[in-house]
């Protein structure tokens, strides 16, 4: 039936290293009425199937796509898509990238589950498989798990043991979507990698932030040289303000953009005047952040 490396471009080399193996069935609640109720194999006209509207994902890679048609047409369609009935017609659920190869490769049938799923699971699902794709970005993965709490309202502790991510990674994904929108774009646009990305997180300052995507970009800084700058930036403006926070503030800080998944800035004065401030990214994200505050 072909070899490994034939089979692994059917399924997606991101699914293993990310969740293990995890499938949407270990996603889905056990008493959910999208598991395995009323599921059945069926092959489907492709003419029949509506695109999923909660697809978390517009964007696909023309050359990857033509590279999974060439494969299904070698090898065949190793994992069927999923679907939901709808009147006469059907609306996919999961594996929009796997129903466009088949339609590059001209196929006009597709072997699919036919499943029962609510418009709530549907995004669920999504999302899954999102989280699952080969050609994972940060920032999608980012929004993902963002969209799986927000709208789906799954606690940070369960997504973690959903996706089998510890809470400390889902919460660095997360904090990517605190950064400034062309540090954001260059993320997504593989400018900068995740590793650059964490020692930006690490930096109050917007505008040094900014300055300091254009010295990876323009210099092509490794992560190592990175941190080493932060750092040094780092000790001169503890030098420059004479002001260090304490060990313990700073775990407190610490604490506290974990618990509202938000970035968190605490100032101090030699007087021990300052602040506390938690950055957010929308209005529901502003209401989430004071729904924990009232907790």
């Not at 796997?98 to 999302?127: F, H, N, P, W």
Request: hydrophobic share 40%.
């Amino acid at each position: 039936m072909g070899n490994k490396n034939d089979k692994e471009r059917g399924l997606g080399k991101g699914i293993g290293s990310i969740l293990g193996g995890i499938s949407i069935d270990d996603f889905i609640s056990s008493d959910s009425p999208s598991r395995i109720k009323e599921q059945e194999f069926a092959e489907i006209k492709i003419d029949l199937i509506d695109a999923n509207p909660w697809q978390p994902r517009s964007a696909f890679e023309t050359a990857s796509l033509n590279e999974l048609a060439e494969s299904i047409q070698q090898q065949g369609l190793i994992q069927p898509i999923t679907v939901r009935k709808k009147g006469n017609r059907y609306q996919l659920i999961a594996g929009e990238r796997r129903l466009r190869a088949c339609k590059i490769a001209g196929m006009d049938t597709i072997t699919a589950y036919v499943r029962t799923a609510s418009d709530m699971q549907m995004l669920e699902m999504g999302l899954m498989e999102n989280i699952q794709r080969e050609d994972l970005n940060p920032i999608e993965i980012a929004l993902s798990f963002k969209r799986l709490i927000d709208e789906c309202g799954i606690k940070q502790e369960e997504l973690s043991q959903k996706v089998s991510k510890s809470r400390p990674v889902i919460s660095n994904y997360l904090r990517l979507l605190n950064l400034p929108m062309e540090i954001q774009k260059a993320i997504y646009e593989k400018q900068i990698t995740m590793g650059h990305a964490k020692m930006l997180v690490a930096i109050d300052n917007e505008e040094t932030q900014l300055e300091i995507v254009q010295k990876i970009i323009k210099n092509d800084l490794s992560v190592r040289q990175v941190e080493e700058l932060v750092k040094n930036l780092k000790e001169t403006q503890t030098t420059k303000y004479k002001v260090q926070l304490p060990a313990a503030i700073v775990e407190s800080k610490k604490i506290l953009s974990e618990k509202f998944n938000a970035k968190v800035s605490i100032r101090r004065d030699i007087k021990g005047k300052g602040s506390i401030s938690i950055a957010f990214q929308s209005n529901s994200d502003l209401k989430r952040i004071l729904a924990l505050l009232k907790k």
